[in-house]
């Protein structure tokens, strides 16, 4: 059993940036992919951002260009660097693992105000 903690969210106003953390209990290695994904109120999750064992990163359109995931094998930590925020954007971030999402974190919310 593996335990992911996500950190990092707040509340930010639009333009602004935040870096959340994913961190596990165990090797992440373990895993051929680490994603990120979000929630907005009233809306059906998404996929956000994954990265491969291999290094090999894929985006949503919506955050192309703005968010960069990577890992830190060492640390057993994913990272989602955001910037640009702006209010579509709000919504509660989490990390999962695994090519199924088998785990999951508990999520952070990121707030962005206009």
């Known amino acids: 059993q593996v335990q992911l903690v996500e950190s990092g969210g707040g509340s930010v106003q639009a333009g602004g940036s935040l870096r959340l953390s994913c961190t596990a209990s165990?090797?992440?290695?373990?895993?051929?992919?680490m994603g990120w994904y979000r929630q907005a109120p009233g809306k059906e999750r998404e996929l956000v951002a994954t990265i491969r064992r291999d290094g090999l990163r894929n985006y949503a359109d919506s955050v192309k260009g703005r968010f960069t995931i990577s890992r830190d094998n060492a640390k057993k930590t994913v990272y989602l660097l955001m910037n640009s925020l702006n209010p579509e954007d709000t919504a509660v971030y989490s990390c999962?693992?695994?090519?199924?999402?088998?785990?999951w974190g508990q999520g952070t919310q990121v707030t962005v105000s206009s």
């Open positions: 165990g090797s992440i290695l373990m895993f051929t992919v």
């Open positions: 999962a693992a695994g090519a199924t999402q088998a785990y």
